[in-house]
């Protein structure tokens, strides 16, 4: 830029064409820095429109937009940070003394954050698997609720029973038993009485089922025929007879209510027993 200057016979004064060359290298700097972001905004948006072009899932898809906008305010601060140590350098201003002091400073934050850092990586793992969704039912750590929120540090569940809020740190899960991925199941064990005949229970209960694929509210969460398993243990007063009805995710409590009560009324037409405990008293005095 003083070159520029001199070859056009320009009177300039020295301290101003440091000026004037300061400004330049300040413009080039802010123009690289700009340049950067749009290059790599580019570059990111096109990856995740690749990646997600082929996912039919919106929790999906939302999932990998909140881990890219996580990851680009990163690796955005970090180009925020290289443009502010080159402006240091262009007034003069040694920046090693504090890389330094970052550096030490760094380690103690580090032994402080490791937790957070355990959070972070979990919680990475578990986007990009897909593991859970907002609005799926859940059992974490001995909780249960519906997922309500998803960050990398923490998972918000909302109990179904009473309400409460629980905030679960990524880095403490082992496990997670999901509920509602995809489909669910409506699990059942009707109990009978011993002298009920096991074959005429199960041609009942499908008949029950018949009957439950009659209601248009509920033929659509339904995504197959009843399995019925038979005879499944023998307990102290009754047989066990299983059987599950497979459903839309969040569909097997309504299902579940809405056949048991099918079944009971079927039971009841069938003079099938249900037995139950009973506690009978003998007068040893009569």
């Given at each position: 830029?003083?070159?520029?200057?001199?070859?056009?016979?320009?009177?300039?004064?020295?301290?101003?064409?440091?000026?004037?060359?300061?400004?330049?290298?300040v413009?080039?700097?802010?123009?690289?820095?700009?340049?950067?972001?749009?290059?790599?905004?580019w570059?990111?948006?096109?990856?995740?429109?690749?990646?997600?072009?082929?996912?039919h899932?919106?929790?999906?898809?939302?999932?990998?937009?909140?881990?890219?906008?996580?990851?680009?305010?990163?690796?955005?601060?970090?180009?925020?940070?290289?443009?502010?140590?080159?402006?240091?350098?262009?007034?003069?201003?040694?920046?090693?003394?504090?890389?330094?002091?970052?550096?030490?400073?760094?380690?103690?934050?580090?032994?402080?954050?490791?937790?957070?850092?355990?959070d972070?990586?979990?919680?990475?793992?578990?986007?990009?698997?897909?593991?859970?969704?907002?609005?799926?039912?859940?059992?974490?750590?001995?909780?249960?609720?519906?997922?309500?929120?998803?960050?990398l540090?923490?998972?918000?569940l909302?109990?179904?029973?009473?309400?409460?809020?629980?905030?679960?740190r990524?880095?403490?899960?082992?496990?997670?038993?999901?509920?509602t991925?995809?489909?669910?199941?409506?699990?059942?064990?009707?109990?009978?009485?011993?002298?009920?005949?096991?074959?005429?229970?199960?041609?009942?209960?499908?008949?029950a089922?018949?009957?439950?694929?009659?209601?248009?509210?509920?033929?659509?969460?339904?995504?197959?025929?009843?399995?019925?398993?038979?005879?499944?243990?023998?307990?102290?007063s009754?047989?066990?007879?299983?059987?599950?009805?497979?459903?839309?995710?969040?569909?097997?409590?309504?299902?579940?209510r809405?056949?048991?009560?099918?079944?009971?009324?079927?039971?009841?037409?069938?003079?099938?027993?249900?037995?139950?405990?009973q506690?009978?008293?003998?007068?040893?005095?009569?």
């Open positions: 830029m003083h070159e520029f200057f001199e070859a056009g016979n320009m009177a300039i004064r020295p301290e101003h064409a440091r000026w004037i060359n300061t400004i330049w290298e413009a080039k700097c802010t123009i690289i820095l700009v340049v950067s972001v749009k290059i790599y905004r570059f990111a948006n096109r990856i995740f429109t690749q990646l997600t072009s082929k996912i899932s919106n929790d999906r898809v939302s999932q990998f937009l909140t881990l890219k906008t996580i990851l680009s305010h990163a690796i955005e601060t970090v180009f925020f940070i290289v443009y502010i140590g080159n402006l240091l350098n262009l007034f003069g201003v040694d920046v090693r003394p504090l890389l330094a002091t970052a550096g030490v400073l760094g380690v103690a934050i580090g032994f402080g954050a490791k937790r957070f850092v355990e972070v990586i979990t919680g990475i793992i578990i986007l990009l698997e897909g593991q859970i969704r907002v609005g799926d039912y859940v059992e974490i750590q001995g909780m249960e609720g519906t997922v309500e929120k998803i960050t540090p923490l998972i918000t909302r109990s179904a029973t009473n309400g409460s809020v629980y905030y679960i990524c880095g403490y899960i082992n496990s997670i038993n999901n509920q991925m995809n489909y669910s199941y409506a699990c059942f064990e009707f109990d009978v009485a011993y002298k009920e005949n096991v074959d005429h229970v199960a041609a009942v209960i499908k008949r089922f018949e009957k439950l694929k009659q209601y248009s509210n509920l033929a659509h969460i339904l995504l197959g025929e009843i399995e019925i398993f038979g005879l499944d243990e023998f307990r102290a009754s047989v066990c007879v299983k059987c599950r009805i497979k459903t839309q995710p969040k569909g097997q409590w309504i299902i579940k809405a056949f048991n009560k099918i079944v009971k009324e079927e039971f009841d037409k069938e003079n099938i027993e249900i037995p139950f405990n506690l009978v008293v003998t007068n040893t005095n009569a």
